[in-house]
């Protein structure tokens, strides 16, 4: 057995960790502060002095937090009692033992340091009854969706207007299929954490950047992809589940509940899964409020082909066509070849799939353990063990790993265009058989 490659981390400086840490995390969390802020008087019409005195404790918390990453001071256990606090607090004495010096900010791996900061903000909401429940990321996430608007129309339209005729041979099925999958893939643009949470929705038409963008898709198995669903369709009458881990809520959101409307609509398959966040995570990500939130706003929206969008997805999530699940599995600081170990149920769960759709920059890096793996190593050999079902990661690069590149291409590209691997420029659609 070959030992793995290290972890990316804020101790290599210059790196893109290091310089997520230095600058980009205390610039989410001063935002996350003055958002505090900003809610004094709505908090004190809530919940009277009540409300305001848990505001300064959650503020000082915060401060405090900061304070320790810009010091680089050891990570510290948390203090709540929140159903994965143990989890955390193991995690920890794991590191604490394996290592030489105390776990830190900057020098333990950047996926277990950036995952534990947005588990702070929370530990410091949590403990601060009666705001415990406020989410310090909604109104970049509903800022998202509204600034998008235009997109998410020609997008509702495009879609209303497919489904019309549903008797569709293969080849009209596939071209639509790959188009909304390149959809679904751009909308991971519009993470709010790479940009630390400044405007980032999404502003061009999306049908027609799918062929603008087609040249920056540096591996594409959207092939293997369409036969594994067209495969499965052709004996009619099976079941096919679909499991989508979502990523960001606004435009990205919208774009994959579009994909699954169109798999679900067209028979490509029977039923999807959705897999969000227990709590705000990395600025955007999507928890079961923005799910229901996105489709209730779908739904009264003042354009036809929009709320009548938000009109079917609430009738698949209560005819249980679509359903969605949050495992704490998910904002925790592992790599996902652990699950199996530390999650045995979610595992389970997703081995009933018979295509797992993993969305966005950071399921990536989890899929493939956060580490320096080299540009040319297969994606099954760097998935290290995890192959619950065959999957598919759809992702902008926005963090420097990346494999199964051909030999050679990695580094041109870093030669041409040095930061390719961080501006969401490109993008991958890279398929796992897991067989
Ligand atoms: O800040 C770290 C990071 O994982 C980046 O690599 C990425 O830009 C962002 O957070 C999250 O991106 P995504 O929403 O695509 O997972
Ligand atoms: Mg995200």
Redesign the pocket.
């Known amino acids: 057995k070959t030992a793995l490659p290290a972890s990316l981390a804020g101790k290599y400086k210059g790196s893109f960790a290091y310089n997520?840490i230095k600058d980009?995390l205390p610039l989410i969390l001063t935002k996350v502060i003055d958002t505090l802020h900003r809610h004094k008087n709505e908090f004190f019409e809530e919940h009277g002095e009540k409300g305001m005195e848990a505001e300064k404790k959650a503020i000082a918390s915060l401060s405090k937090l900061r304070n320790e990453l810009q010091t680089d001071k050891p990570l510290i256990p948390l203090t709540d009692n929140l159903p994965d606090t143990a989890f955390w607090n193991k995690y920890l004495e794991y590191h604490q033992n394996t290592s030489d010096e105390p776990p830190s900010w900057f020098q333990s791996p950047w996926l277990y340091t950036?995952c534990y900061m947005y588990r702070r903000i929370h530990e410091a909401l949590a403990r601060n009854p009666p705001i415990s429940d406020f989410d310090v990321f909604k109104e970049e996430k509903a800022h998202n969706f509204f600034e998008s608007q235009q997109a998410i129309i020609t997008l509702c339209t495009y879609l209303q207007e497919t489904l019309k005729s549903t008797e569709k041979h293969d080849e009209l099925l596939k071209k639509d299929f790959l188009k909304l999958l390149q959809v679904s893939l751009w909308g991971?643009k519009c993470?709010l954490?790479?940009s630390a949470g400044a405007d980032s929705s999404q502003k061009s038409d999306p049908l027609q950047s799918v062929e603008e963008l087609k040249s920056f898709i540096l591996v594409d198995h959207m092939e293997d992809v369409w036969s594994l669903l067209k495969d499965r369709k052709n004996p009619d009458s099976q079941t096919t589940r679909l499991d989508i881990v979502l990523?960001?809520a606004g435009f990205e959101l919208v774009s994959d509940l579009v994909l699954a409307d169109f798999l679900l609509s067209s028979k490509l398959v029977t039923e999807i899964h959705f897999h969000g966040k227990n709590m705000p995570w990395?600025v955007?990500?999507t928890t079961l409020r923005d799910f229901n939130w996105t489709i209730r706003q779908m739904q009264s929206a003042n354009h036809k082909s929009m709320s009548k969008c938000g009109v079917s997805w609430e009738s698949y999530v209560k005819k249980g066509a679509w359903v969605y699940h949050s495992h704490l599995f998910w904002t925790l600081p592992h790599e996902y070849s652990s699950m199996a170990q530390v999650s045995p149920d979610l595992y389970a769960e997703l081995q009933k799939s018979n295509l797992i759709i993993f969305k966005?920059?950071?399921?990536y890096?989890k899929l493939l353990g956060d580490r320096k793996w080299n540009f040319t190593v297969p994606f099954h050999q760097a998935l290290n063990h995890f192959h619950p079902a065959p999957l598919c990661s759809l992702?902008?690069l926005?963090?420097d790993i990346q494999v199964g590149l051909k030999p050679g291409q990695g580094e041109q590209f870093t030669k041409t265009e040095p930061e390719w691997m961080i501006i969401?420029k490109y993008g991958i659609i890279q398929f796992d058989a897991a067989s």
């Open positions: 997520t980009r950036e991971n993470d954490s790479i990523d960001n990395y955007s990500d966005g920059d950071l399921n890096r992702r902008t926005k963090c969401g």
